[in-house]
């Protein structure tokens, strides 16, 4: 599905299929081997690029969103494990940024961890490829 980000609150907004939003100034080629950590997104991979979710479509980069759905959650759900208890997500934490629904989950072990009080939630398991 391809997302067409708002300009600011309430978050991104999902359009149909040939509607999308196009990742302008795009000059990195996304593939195997390019760099940026690469997760199954529905029937295609996308490439996690400093907090984007980037599909790479002909001549363009569309910018994609994991779904909020029953596999990927949001709000509060069970604390996620896969870091210590003291570890802050942040820019410069050393995980990938997701942008998941209208928020950003971090990438860490293959599941989405959102920051919450002084622990993570689990967002779901994405598959890294």
């Known amino acids: ?14 359009w ?8 302008a100034g795009h000059d990195h080629v996304h593939g195997p081997g390019c760099g940026h950590t690469a997760i199954e997104h529905g029937d295609h991979v996308d490439y996690l690029h400093d907090g984007h ?3 790479p479509h002909g ?4 910018e994609h969103v994991v779904a909020v759905d029953e596999t990927h959650p949001d709000g509060h759900t069970t604390p996620a494990a896969g870091h210590e208890a003291a570890h802050v997500h942040g820019p410069d934490c050393g995980h990938p ?3 998941h629904g209208d ?4 990438l860490v072990d293959g599941h989405l961890h ?16």
């Open 53 to 55: 979710l980037h599909h």
């Open 1 to 14: 599905m391809c997302i067409r980000w708002a300009m600011g609150p309430p978050g991104p907004t999902v």
């Open 103 to 106: 928020h950003e989950d971090y």
């Open 16 to 23: 149909g299929m040939s509607d999308h939003e196009i990742h």
């Open 59 to 62: 001549d363009h980069v569309d």
């Open 97 to 99: 940024a997701v942008p």
């Open 114 to 129: 959102h920051p919450h009080g002084d622990h993570c939630d689990d967002h779901g398991a994405v598959a890294v490829v």
